[in-house]
């Protein structure tokens, strides 16, 4: 897999052509896992998942013996245009101040990427700029689109062997909604309560996601361009790094209901666009569930979670670790001098 990743993000149409063509993985690695998960000392299939989740951290890392020696989390913030219009109960300022309590160690996704053995990286994307409004004008302009999509690609270090994605931003469950709505269908039913929005505040964010639909109508037929147009900063660059992990042969932990709605132009570009994707979690945010049956995503758990900032993503991370533990370590029926199925 390419190393370089700059080609594909120079351009919207370098960026399509990349998009639309997305490499299919390791076939035979994922074969492979599949075989011998047959002969382990267990009745065929009775670790369920798990055994899927290891052929499937094999096809996307093309090896036939996965590993999770260096897992990255990516948790991108930035701010939206549209918090303006009274959509969160928290002003904009707290993006800013959520990040510095990352860097200082003491949010939950701090704790969480300690107990999973992951690295945590935190990237701030324009925070003194909010986007635009996007009832008024597109949220990015073609160049800032492809900055943030850039700067996401960036953040993948190379030799990860996961990377998980979460955010941080105010507003942007709102802009996740919208954009939702753009690709799937809908409208305003798509709008939760985000952060913990009264009645008054739910109101005015079904109105500015329907004003945001109407304003850019005319475009929505593209993903990129809903991406552009209805997204944000954090959100391109959770785009950005999904597809270059899709290039560099790394899958990716998807974390709620914003993250999966930042991503899903993938999705609607090209089958399979996401299948080096799981999702950690289902999040309690109004959609998500939605979101995850219209991109065919079974969560990896579902404990009522609504944080964001990768915390559903970080906590599957262990999941994915005892996969990998049984296949690398069970013995095989002949290992074990067991008798094995007829």
Not at 65 to 71: E, M, Q, S, T
Not at 210 to 226: K, Q
Not at 240 to 259: W, Y
Request: with cysteine; net charge negative.
């Amino acid at each position: 897999m390419p190393e370089d990743l700059s080609a594909p993000f120079a351009s919207l149409e370098a960026l399509r052509e990349a998009a639309l063509a997305p490499p299919p993985g390791d076939a035979a690695a994922e074969a492979a896992i599949a075989a011998r998960q047959a002969w382990l000392t267990k009745p065929p299939g009775s670790l369920g998942r798990l055994e899927a989740l290891a052929g499937w951290l094999g096809r996307w890392q093309g090896r036939m013996l996965p590993r999770l020696d260096r897992v990255q989390v990516l948790v991108f913030a930035g701010n939206h245009g549209v918090a303006a219009r009274g959509v969160s109960p928290y002003p904009a300022a707290v993006t800013a101040q959520m990040v510095a309590n990352f860097a200082a160690g003491g949010a939950a996704i701090n704790q969480l990427c300690r107990a999973a053995g992951a690295d945590l990286r935190v990237v701030p994307l324009q925070l003194d700029r909010p986007t635009a409004d996007f009832t008024e004008a597109p949220a990015l302009t073609e160049a800032e689109f492809l900055a943030a999509l850039r700067q996401g690609a960036a953040a993948l270090e190379p030799g990860t062997d996961l990377l998980a994605l979460g955010e941080m931003g105010i507003a942007n469950t709102t802009a996740g909604a919208a954009l939702a709505a753009a690709l799937f269908g809908g409208g305003a039913d798509w709008a939760g309560r985000g952060t913990g929005v009264d009645d008054a505040g739910l109101a005015r964010k079904q109105a500015v996601i329907e004003a945001g639909l109407a304003r850019h109508r005319d475009a929505l037929s593209d993903p990129l361009e809903v991406a552009r147009r209805l997204g944000g900063h954090e959100l391109a660059a959770m785009l950005g790094a999904t597809l270059a992990a899709r290039l560099r042969g790394v899958p990716v932990l998807l974390d709620g209901f914003t993250s999966c709605a930042a991503v899903a132009p993938l999705a609607r570009l090209a089958p399979g666009g996401l299948d080096h994707a799981e999702v950690g979690h289902c999040s309690a945010e109004a959609g998500h569930r939605r979101l995850l049956a219209a991109l065919g995503k079974a969560p990896l758990l579902d404990l009522g979670m609504r944080l964001g900032e990768a915390s559903g993503a970080a906590l599957a991370i262990p999941l994915l670790r005892a996969a990998l533990a049984c296949h690398a370590g069970m013995a095989s029926f002949e290992e074990a001098g067991i008798a094995g199925p007829a």
